[in-house]
């Protein structure tokens, strides 16, 4: 009996450490970062710099423990803010299930080992990895409560797993990796502040500041279609020649567009009610487009 009462609390503490860790790393977020940094390494390798599964392997890791490393940072900093909110109230730290020396080992381990695996990689993916993490740290966190000028800020950590995938495969920074990341800098905004304008009343509770107004008003849905046209006019960039090894075809062009443009329309909807189901649909579709734009790339560089 006490043998089998030892295994079930084993089992429950794995358990529990389990769901921690993917909480406290926000582990959907941090898969689909990784995701886009699969998609830039596939984009970026070729004859001169062939494939490589150790590289992809090692991206992979270090990419999931660079993100997990600033959510934990993230949660550190804001666990008074994240207890008044009630999608956060739940989360390790601000519902006292770990502590925060514990968060903080966390986070410091996640960032060692990261850095360690990206720089074995090359040293400029360190560098990127290394900025992602001061930044959405040490800038875009604290600015949250201050301004909505954070989510500009946040947009810079946020666009470089895309284009990290490519300096991976290439250890080179140039138009190409630059185009990438000019394409997810554009996607933050929709994306950011469909989220901000569902989860408002939630935010406010916190004195987060996350919508260009402040308010789910007319000039910020204008905004949301602003950056929304201009993501559309950076994802067609590779189709027009001038961004060097990265281009894609007149036929992916055809379908990057008319998935700009189902973004736009779900863009239209939220201007029109500007109502936060609307914002909610948005944040969904705004998913649902990066992931589809990124195997349109991919795709059509392996079908042509």
């Known amino acids: 009996m006490r043998t089998a009462l030892n295994t079930t609390t084993n089992n429950f503490s794995l358990k529990s450490l389990y769901i921690d860790f993917t909480e406290i790393t926000k582990a ?10 699969i998609a830039g390494y596939l984009l970026g390798f070729d ?27 993230n949660q550190i900093i804001e666990k008074d803010l994240d207890v008044l909110m009630d999608r956060t109230k739940n989360r390790p730290v601000p519902s006292g299930r770990m502590s925060v020396n514990t968060a ?3 986070a410091g381990a996640l960032t060692i080992i990261g850095l360690a695996i990206l720089y074995s990689i090359n040293p400029k993916t360190a560098m990127f990895g290394a900025i992602s993490i001061f930044l959405y740290t040490s800038i875009y966190t604290p600015l949250k409560t201050k301004t909505p000028l954070s989510v500009f800020v946040g ?20 138009i190409e990796a630059g185009t990438l990341f000019m394409i ?34 007319k000039s910020t849905a204008t905004q949301i279609l602003l950056y929304t046209i201009w993501l559309i006019v950076a994802s067609l960039l590779p189709s027009l020649g001038f961004t060097g090894k990265l281009f894609i075809t007149p036929y992916a062009a055809v379908a990057v567009f008319l998935l700009g443009i189902w973004m736009l329309y779900y863009g239209m909807k939220l201007y029109k009610s500007r109502d936060a189901k609307a914002a909610r649909t948005l944040m969904l579709v705004s998913v649902s487009y990066i992931t589809l734009l990124q195997i349109i790339y991919i795709a059509d560089k392996f079908l042509r």
């Open 155 to 174: 947009a810079f950590p946020g666009a470089i797993p895309f284009m990290l995938g490519w300096v991976a495969a290439t250890d080179n920074f140039g």
């Open 47 to 73: 004859a001169e710099h062939p494939f490589q599964w150790s590289v992809l392997i090692m991206l992979c890791i270090g990419g999931y423990c660079m993100v997990g490393a600033s959510n934990a940072f």
């Open 184 to 217: 997810q800098f554009f996607w933050q905004f929709p994306h950011f502040w469909a989220i901000g304008w569902f989860l408002y009343e939630d935010y406010e509770k916190a004195g987060f500041f996350m919508l260009p107004t402040g308010k789910k008003d």
């Open 28 to 37: 959907r977020l941090a898969v689909s970062v990784v995701f886009s940094s």
């Open 104 to 106: 903080f080992i966390v």
